[in-house]
């Protein structure tokens, strides 16, 4: 199922989709089959709004590498049914390797974004275009790369770390391959593909695992416009975007979780005393795995709609975003900085 969206802000072109595909947690070393029905029936947790048009992705830490199943419009006839992305360190964000692909200029731009725990317990991948032809395609993917059991019966247990998101808003960015002429003018504008606009976070999740209860947040949120976006009055501005909240959710047996997720607006509303309040926007759901012995390592992943607030004035119209925080539990080795001020 595919959602348009051909309205469009002062600075950003929108496109929008949302698909059907189930999330799966195999190890991305081994082929991924088909959800069977006694998967299911025995998983009542259903993540597939998370998956979304991604398939498949094989990562190798070892030599950098990812390849991606993703429907659709991604691949040539030699790369089925999966193609390999390109890595892309120049976009790197921190905590996640990035990695692009575009088959030519009039091709869709696909970026992705990887990162496994320290650990090797757990490992989350992102993918999705820019757009092209009032459509994108996205989706994230989570996976258990160690046997799960559970943390500590009595007390919370707090996962923290560096979020990353893939927005359907967009911009004429430099990594997109050159339209040549005479196809760079605007009479063949409407087949020229987009870049999406990146948001960076922290996150920082509580897990209670005698009531199997999750909650947290993703802060500290912003993006900034590259190089390459039609205004320059634009260029290398840095936005702040609002938080989002994930709402308390569940843990079952196996370690899957999801949840409710929308954005947090706080505005100050007094200056004697300074007081505040806050408002939710948007709607979206939040999920994924908790993987290790005693539950060491975690990635999730989220999609998010019409959910942030005006940026400089600027409303914000029909915005979606996926994203993923691959998080280690606070008290182990690299764990966040922020873990220095809870019990782990």
């Known amino acids: 199922?595919?959602?348009?969206?051909?309205?469009?802000?002062?600075?950003?072109?929108?496109?929008?989709?949302?698909?059907?595909?189930?999330?799966?947690?195999?190890?991305?070393?081994?082929?991924?089959?088909?959800?069977?029905?006694?998967?299911?029936?025995?998983?009542a947790i259903d993540l597939s709004d998370l998956e979304n048009n991604l398939t498949t992705a094989v990562y190798d830490p070892d030599t950098e590498t990812l390849y991606v199943d993703m429907?659709?419009?991604?691949?040539?006839?030699?790369?089925?049914?999966?193609?390999?992305?390109?890595?892309?360190a120049d976009l790197d964000v921190p905590g996640y390797y990035a990695f692009n692909y575009q088959d030519d200029p009039l091709d869709r731009y696909f970026i992705a974004y990887v990162a496994q725990t320290p650990d090797g317990t757990a490992q989350g991948t992102i993918v999705a275009d820019g757009g092209q032809f009032t459509e994108y395609f996205g989706g994230t993917q989570m996976f258990a790369r160690q046997e799960y059991s559970a943390?500590?019966?009595?007390?919370?247990?707090?996962?923290?770390?560096?979020?990353?998101?893939?927005?359907?808003?967009?911009?004429?960015?430099d990594e997109l391959l050159?339209?040549?002429?005479?196809?760079?003018?605007?009479?063949?504008?409407?087949?020229?593909?987009?870049?999406?606009?990146?948001?960076e976070g922290e996150a920082f999740i509580n897990v209670d695992f005698g009531d199997n209860a999750i909650n947290g947040a993703i802060v500290n949120r912003q993006f900034t416009l590259m190089s390459g976006y039609p205004e320059d009055a634009f260029e290398g501005t840095t936005y702040g975007v609002n938080d989002l909240i994930l709402q308390p959710g569940t843990v079952d047996e196996s370690g899957q979780f999801t949840g409710t997720v929308v954005g947090q607006v706080i505005q100050e509303v007094g200056t004697d005393p300074i007081t505040v309040e806050s408002y939710e926007v948007g709607e979206g759901t939040y999920g994924g795995v908790l993987?290790?012995?005693?539950?060491?390592?975690?990635?999730?992943?989220?999609?998010?709609?019409?959910?942030?607030?005006?940026?400089?004035?600027?409303?914000?119209?029909?915005?979606?975003?996926?994203?993923?925080?691959?998080?280690?539990?606070?008290?182990?080795?690299?764990?966040?900085?922020?873990?220095?001020?809870?019990?782990?």
């Open 1 to 43: 199922m595919y959602r348009y969206a051909a309205a469009s802000i002062v600075f950003a072109m929108l496109a929008g989709c949302q698909g059907e595909n189930p999330l799966y947690f195999n190890d991305p070393e081994e082929v991924v089959e088909e959800t069977t029905e006694e998967t299911v029936e025995e998983t």
């Open 71 to 88: 429907y659709a419009l991604d691949r040539v006839g030699n790369d089925y049914p999966l193609v390999e992305y390109n890595r892309a």
């Open 178 to 199: 050159v339209v040549p002429a005479p196809y760079n003018s605007d009479e063949y504008a409407s087949l020229w593909p987009t870049q999406p606009i990146i948001v």
């Open 151 to 173: 943390g500590p019966e009595v007390g919370l247990v707090s996962y923290a770390g560096d979020y990353v998101g893939i927005t359907n808003l967009t911009y004429y960015g």
């Open 291 to 344: 993987a290790g012995d005693g539950a060491t390592g975690m990635a999730g992943g989220l999609f998010v709609s019409n959910h942030i607030d005006p940026i400089d004035g600027r409303e914000i119209e029909l915005e979606e975003e996926y994203g993923i925080f691959v998080l280690t539990q606070c008290g182990l080795p690299d764990d966040a900085a922020i873990c220095d001020i809870v019990n782990p």
